[in-house]
Structure formats: structure tokens, C-alpha cells
């Protein structure tokens, strides 16, 4: 990719995590199938095309492809990247969205960073043309979702499952990282992560911000080698990592083109109370505040790489998520894309996936009869008057 080709980008939401349904049973989540992508795969792809979207954030069902070490089934994952290589689409691959085979278990599993590696070193054999990854997708909200709130996977509350879930999930990202570039060199890591911020609402509640502003770095703080304050430090070890865990992420470093994805919603922003509680506050700083504070600390180029707001909001959160992005362009920053996501609506997110309701949520750029929403209109708009004038500008893009 030239560095000076702007990334407009959507994708398919391929979340699969699996739940606790209210009669007791474990189901598995699985957002290609109720969004109705394994029927209408080809379909989907020229959607993609028909709004001039050359990037599209993508990813096999790891659950259903990764049958056990070293056994695999390519089918579905052939017949669709094959696909968009000859739409001359280009896919930033996505190893991991929220979920693992069930012989894995769930993300408490030590073994889990191991068995990843594998599975994305044979991604990468079998296709080593592919040059962008996230190898696993917002690692904070998976950690957080599965083993602070127990919502998810493991169904886990507790600072020390937080912890063990978040140091697997790292570990196990810097170690596909490091299979893919054994197999292409030239690999850039688009590292799609949550963009939060922690609000005060009176002073008693202003420590706990505090820590919470400071804990909503850490799982980009471990793979990119940031130093922690001693507070982090400590709250790792006192539930339950080790020193050597600790400076395993400092001597593993991967020295490779990395992008930092920051991906903000109007529920990333929240409201602290003094007892450490939180509610949702809504958009107050904005994409434009909380990335210029991620992007101050790991100094990496940039990508907004998923945003998105219910109908009829759709259009004017658009046009403002945009403007953010263009303005931090502006600004110096350099913007590597920008992303809707995702291409189609969305199902049961309203309960973060926590219930099997089948409640369309108005999100996509086409809803799922695959007709053009207001939103897909002003994305095509906006990448017909910007593509031209973006690609011939200097992003400035350094890479690690």
C-alpha cells in the first residue's frame, strides 16, 4: 500500500463470543449468521464495491475454522478471500473478535496465546499476500466484557479474571504478530481498540477516574512496550501477573508497521461515581479529544477504525465522526482511514450481545434486506469528493 493511500473502510461484524441464555444453556453469538453473511457472502462483497470501499475489516469465524491443534477448515475462508482478492478488495484481516473455539474454553485458558499463534502463522501460509491484520480486536472490551462484567465467554467479575483474560489476550496478540511477520514481512498491524474516558461526577469519584483512565490503557500499554505508572504495575501483580509475565511483553517488542485503531462510540465516554460505579455520559470530549490523548502517548499513525450510531442519528453522527477525523488530519496527526462499521445492520448489540432477542439494530451502511441506508448515501458521497484530494496529500506515516 502507498503510504499516501487513504484507508476508507467498513466491514463485516463478525462478533462470537459465546453467552448464558436464562434457561441455563451456553450458546454461541455468532453475528455472520444472524446478520444472514454465510447466505449472502457474494452479495455482501459487492456492496462493498458498489460504494468505492477498497478496505474492508474482515475475518474467518475463528470458532469454526480452528478445529483443534493444528487442524483446520478452510472452506468458507477460501471461498471468500479468494473472492476479494479478485474484487481487488482489500482486507484488514480479523483473527479474533471476541471469542475462541470451544475447545479453547474461554480467554482464562494459559494455553489459549499458544494455540493463537498456530492459527495465525497457517493464516498467514495460506494466505501470504495479505498484508493488513488486527489479530485480535478490541482486546480491552474483550477482557473487560468476559471477565470484569461477566457478560460473556468465561462469565467472570473479578480484577484478577480481568487480568488473567487481559494478559492472554496480549500475549497472545504479540505472538500471532510475530508468526505473521515470519511469513510476511512487510505486515502492518492495524490494532483495533476501544478509545474510552472515565468523567468524575463529583471530587470523591476524581481517584478512581483516575485509575480508571489509566487502566483503559493497558492492553495497548503491554503490546506496544509503554512503561506503566507503579499504580498499573502493581494492580497487575497484585491480581495475579508475574514479573516475568510483565517483562515478557518488554523483551517480545515487535518491530513492525503498526497503526493504532480507535474505535469510538457515544457510549465510550462514562460517568464516575464515588463508589467506583459507572453510567454511560454520552459523547462530552469526543473522537477528536480522546485520540489526540492515545495518540500522545504511543505517538503511532492513526485510524478511526469503527464507528457507528442507531437511525435515524446515523447520517449527523457520520458527518461528525468525519469532520473529527479530517480535523485531526489538519491538525498534523497522521490519519491513516476511517471506518463505518459496519456494512450491515446489526443484531441483539442493543443488550451487547447478551441476549438472543433477533432485534435488528439500524446501524449498517444497508440494512438486511442489503438496501442502501441514508448513511451508506453520504459515506459513497464522501469518498467520491475526498479519495482524490487524500490520496495525493502527505500523511507522514512512521511506523515502529
Same mark, same amino acid.
Given at each position: ?40 457472502w ?16 474482515y475475518g474467518? +469465524? ?47 485458558n ?6 493463537? *499463534? *498456530? ?5 498467514? *501460509? ?12 478490541? /482486546?480491552?472490551?474483550?477482557?473487560t ?22 494478559k #492472554? ?19 502492518? %498491524? /492495524?490494532?483495533s ?7 468524575p ?9 483516575? /485509575? ?10 503491554? /503490546? ?36 493504532m ?8 465516554? #462514562? ?23 492515545? %495518540?500522545? $502517548?504511543?505517538?503511532? +499513525?492513526i485510524? #478511526?477504525?469503527?464507528?457507528? $450510531? ?82 495525493? *496529500?502527505? %500523511?507522514g506515516?512512521?511506523?515502529?
Amino acid at each position: 500500500m502507498s503510504a499516501n493511500k487513504f484507508m476508507f473502510a467498513t466491514g463485516i461484524e463478525n462478533s462470537y463470543p459465546t453467552i448464558l441464555l436464562p434457561d441455563g444453556t451456553k450458546k454461541r453469538v455468532d453475528e455472520m449468521e444472524k446478520t444472514g453473511h454465510y447466505k449472502n457472502w457474494e452479495l455482501d462483497f459487492s456492496l462493498v464495491k458498489d460504494l468505492g470501499i477498497q478496505f474492508l475489516r474482515y475475518g474467518p +469465524p475463528y470458532y469454526k475454522t480452528h478445529l483443534g491443534p493444528g487442524k483446520y477448515d478452510w472452506e468458507f475462508t477460501d471461498l471468500t478471500f479468494n473472492k476479494l482478492k479478485e474484487l481487488d478488495i482489500i482486507p484488514i484481516v480479523d483473527l479474533c473478535h471476541f471469542g475462541v473455539p470451544d475447545w479453547i474454553g474461554d480467554f482464562q485458558n494459559p494455553d489459549f496465546p499458544a494455540h493463537f *499463534e *498456530e492459527y495465525a502463522k497457517a493464516f498467514a *501460509e495460506r494466505f501470504p499476500h495479505l498484508q493488513f491484520y488486527t489479530p485480535i480486536n478490541e /482486546i480491552f472490551i474483550a477482557a473487560t466484557f468476559s471477565a470484569q462484567y461477566g457478560w460473556w465467554n468465561e462469565r467472570l467479575s473479578s480484577d484478577k479474571a480481568f487480568i488473567n483474560a487481559l494478559k #492472554h489476550l496480549c500475549k497472545a496478540n504479540v505472538l500471532a504478530m510475530h508468526a505473521i511477520l515470519k511469513v510476511q514481512p512487510d505486515a502492518t %498491524f /492495524i490494532q483495533s481498540e476501544s478509545s474510552e474516558y472515565y468523567h468524575p461526577m463529583k471530587p470523591e469519584a476524581q481517584k478512581i477516574a483516575n /485509575i480508571l483512565n489509566q487502566k483503559r490503557f493497558l492492553s495497548l500499554d503491554l /503490546i506496544y512496550g509503554y512503561p506503566l505508572k507503579v499504580s498499573m504495575y502493581e494492580y497487575l501483580l497484585d491480581n495475579g501477573m508475574t514479573r516475568a509475565e510483565y517483562h515478557w511483553f518488554e523483551e517480545n517488542q515487535v518491530n513492525a508497521r503498526c497503526i493504532m485503531g480507535n474505535d469510538y462510540y457515544e457510549t465510550n465516554e #462514562h460517568l464516575v461515581r464515588p463508589d467506583g460505579s459507572t453510567e454511560p455520559s454520552g459523547e462530552i470530549f469526543g473522537y477528536y479529544v480522546i485520540t489526540h490523548q492515545y %495518540f500522545s $502517548r504511543y505517538k503511532l +499513525p492513526i485510524m #478511526h477504525t469503527e464507528t457507528n $450510531r442507531i437511525m435515524p442519528k446515523s447520517v449527523d453522527w457520520f458527518y461528525k465522526e468525519w469532520a473529527n477525523v479530517h480535523r485531526l488530519k489538519q491538525d498534523g496527526i497522521p490519519v491513516a482511514g476511517f471506518t463505518w462499521y459496519s456494512l450491515l445492520h446489526q443484531v441483539d448489540w442493543d443488550s451487547a450481545l447478551r441476549e438472543d432477542a433477533g432485534r435488528i439494530n439500524e446501524l449498517g451502511l444497508y440494512d438486511l434486506e442489503r438496501k442502501i441506508m441514508p448513511v451508506g448515501k453520504a459515506y459513497k458521497k464522501i469518498i467520491e469528493q475526498w479519495q482524490p484530494v487524500l490520496d495525493t *496529500e502527505s %500523511f507522514g506515516l512512521h511506523f515502529r
